[in-house]
């Protein structure tokens, strides 16, 4: 029986104990890391254990700003007293929201949606992409992207290493070939590697420039990209 690790974002202590009692009996095989009652330990939990299912009060650790250190493949179950952050937790790619106080039929239907999302996101890790561009052929990993942008019929592909490829590839092709890397499709325009991203440095509310680790020139983004970045939780308060 393979071991899945989840934390629990909740200062509830009567609530936390309440769902590791029903886990213990729908799912033995999640691990439950909890008692993450600040952002810092939040923080530091997600980054040591990488969690594949993660149980978030959002009004507990600044709520959503957590997502942004959590695997792309993780997946988000709230856990609250309200509907308020319904649609929210929706946008941010929630599998499930459970209102309080928690019963066995529907938190064993969010596992099943958890189920159902890890099963989606299996990949090959030998997976290469290949691409024929104006230059010749070109074979790499997905993670060595840091962005796609289209631009005059065209595709450009630029890779963390600075290399960039024009190729006849749609958007559309793109999407489908990179479904279950993490990647994230900001509008029309661009597709991102949300790890690669560095910054985002907003001028108006129309328009922001994004930055890459990479230090690839920044693109200027409009009010849906930003949009979405703050959708995805990252750089919700991006000045």
């Known amino acids: 029986m393979n071991t899945e690790h989840a934390i629990v974002v909740d200062s509830d202590?009567?609530?936390?104990?309440?769902?590791?009692?029903?886990?213990?009996s729908l799912?033995?095989?999640?691990?439950?890391?909890?008692?993450c009652l600040t952002f810092e330990e939040a923080k530091s939990m997600c980054l040591k254990f990488q969690p594949q299912l993660v149980f978030l009060n959002p009004h507990a650790a600044h709520g959503f700003d957590l997502l942004t250190f959590l695997p792309s493949t993780s997946s988000l179950i709230c856990v609250t007293e309200d509907d308020r952050f319904a649609l929210r937790a929706f946008d941010a790619g929630a599998v499930d929201y459970l209102l309080k106080p928690l019963h066995?039929?529907?938190?064993?239907?969010?596992?099943?949606?958890?189920?159902?999302?890890?099963?989606?996101?299996?990949?090959?890790?030998?997976f290469r992409v290949s691409v024929k561009s104006t230059t010749g052929s070109h074979i790499?990993?997905?993670?060595?992207?840091?962005?796609i942008l289209a631009q005059d019929h065209q595709t450009h592909v630029?890779?963390?290493e600075g290399t960039k490829?024009?190729?006849?590839?749609s958007m559309q092709e793109w999407t489908r070939a990179l479904a279950g890397h993490g990647f994230q499709r900001l509008d029309r325009t661009l597709i991102v590697n949300p790890s690669q991203i560095d910054r985002m440095d907003r001028h108006s509310r129309n328009e922001a420039m994004l930055s890459f680790s990479n230090?690839?020139?920044?693109?200027?983004?409009?009010?849906?990209?930003?949009?979405?970045?703050?959708?995805?939780s990252l750089f919700s308060h991006a000045a």
């Open 13 to 24: 202590c009567a609530g936390v104990e309440h769902l590791r009692h029903l886990l213990s």
């Open 27 to 35: 799912s033995p095989a999640i691990t439950i890391h909890a008692g």
């Open 104 to 126: 066995p039929e529907r938190l064993s239907l969010a596992l099943s949606r958890h189920a159902a999302r890890k099963a989606l996101s299996r990949v090959d890790p030998d």
């Open 140 to 147: 790499f990993t997905p993670s060595r992207i840091s962005h």
């Open 158 to 160: 630029f890779l963390v």
């Open 165 to 169: 490829i024009t190729c006849h590839r």
């Open 215 to 232: 230090g690839a020139e920044c693109l200027k983004i409009g009010r849906v990209a930003m949009q979405r970045l703050r959708e995805l």
